[in-house]
């Protein structure tokens, strides 16, 4: 933990959070899933997307560009495949019902395939495919963002960032999860950085004029740089098509970031998919396959031997392990801004410090 940071409890994290969307008029089952989505991420480490992110989501469902309420409707169906509208709702519920139904449908066919149109930002894409993994199934989740991705030696942004997640269910103590953006960090990690007054490597962002800065706030302002250089940029293009272009939805250019337009929906689109390993195999043998797939990972031999190779997934568990028993870290100002909201909102909760 650094000097500007302090330690709070997941569990009353947890209940505080749920009570500030319940404040904003989310339905209590809604309010503590959007909650446990966010409380999640912090305890696997990746504070880009945890409670840092509240202020804009409260921000935005008072504000009626993210509905508290949503309606999510099946508006297409072909068998396995479907796609939903989400109402505007927040990214977290519209996920959250995707892969539901995506869940519904590989029980029954083996294989379901669901987008969503009209949604909003919805966090770490690891939330909904875990929840595949967690059923036994393989769990695939995908959204599409607002363009703030530059090509190399672009001077304006062409694509948005893209996350994509895929689980594998172990029957272990974690599944195998990789959950990556398609630019070298994501605007969250910009956003830390500045609450921690940190400066950011030259090969994070840009400003806008596509030029590298280690200015977080600048960075954010401008341009994020893609993953792999013109390989995670053609990725970033193909999860815009599966998301956005299939979907029905808006797509590039006609969305609409969180942070720049607060008053308006986003117009995100999703992609979700889940498919049932017990149709072709038994979950005793998956499990023995993926622990040798996993000792011959960790066999693998690094150069520096005071390190580990470790499985996309691992690293995650280890910290939520640690997390679950020494506190979430979190930045002073943070802390404060949560603070000042529950007080704005009337909401009576407590956030102590461990």
């Not at 480490?45 to 804009?56: A, F, K, M, N, Q």
């Not at 479907?82 to 590989?106: K, N, S, W, Y």
């Not at 703030?148 to 272990?172: R, W």
């Not at 999860?239 to 969305?255: H, P, R, Y």
Request: glycine share 10%; net charge negative.
């Amino acid at each position: 933990m650094v000097e500007n940071e302090l330690l709070v409890n997941h569990i009353k994290l947890q209940d505080f959070v749920t009570a500030l969307f319940e404040g904003v008029g989310m339905p209590p089952t809604d309010a503590q899933f959007f909650s446990q989505s966010l409380v999640e991420t912090n305890l696997w480490g990746i504070d880009s997307h945890g409670v840092l992110r509240v202020p804009i989501y409260v921000k935005r469902l008072l504000a009626g560009s993210c509905n508290p309420k949503p309606e999510i409707k099946t508006v297409k169906s072909a068998i396995t495949l479907e796609i939903l509208h989400g109402d505007d709702g927040a990214g977290q519920i519209v996920g959250r019902d995707t892969m539901l139904r995506a869940i519904e449908l590989a029980k029954t066919y083996n294989l379901g395939i669901v987008g969503a149109l009209h949604s909003n930002h919805f966090g770490a894409a690891a939330t909904f495919a875990r929840m595949a993994a967690a059923e036994g199934m393989i769990g695939v989740a995908m959204t599409n963002v607002v363009q703030n991705v530059v090509a190399p030696g672009g001077s304006k942004p062409v694509i948005g960032n893209n996350p994509f997640a895929i689980a594998v269910p172990t029957f272990d103590e974690f599944p195998f999860v990789l959950d990556i953006s398609l630019s070298a960090v994501s605007g969250g990690k910009l956003l830390l950085a500045s609450k921690k007054g940190e400066k950011i490597p030259l090969d994070w962002g840009t400003d806008n004029q596509g030029r590298p800065t280690d200015d977080p706030d600048v960075a954010f302002k401008g341009f994020l740089l893609p993953a792999g250089g013109y390989k995670g940029l053609g990725i970033a293009y193909a999860v815009e098509i599966l998301t956005g272009v299939l979907s029905g939805g808006v797509f590039l250019d006609a969305m609409k970031g969180m942070y720049r337009y607060p008053d308006d929906p986003s117009m995100t689109s999703h992609l979700m998919m889940a498919m049932n390993i017990s149709a072709i195999m038994e979950p005793d043998e998956m499990k023995v396959r993926m622990a040798d797939f996993a000792d011959r990972i960790h066999a693998s031999p690094m150069w520096d031997e005071s390190k580990e190779m470790l499985l996309p997934g691992e690293p995650e568990y280890r910290t939520e392990e640690l997390r679950k028993v020494n506190g979430i870290p979190m930045p002073q100002n943070l802390y404060q801004e949560l603070l000042a909201l529950a007080e704005d909102l009337e909401v009576s909760a407590s956030l102590p410090k461990m």
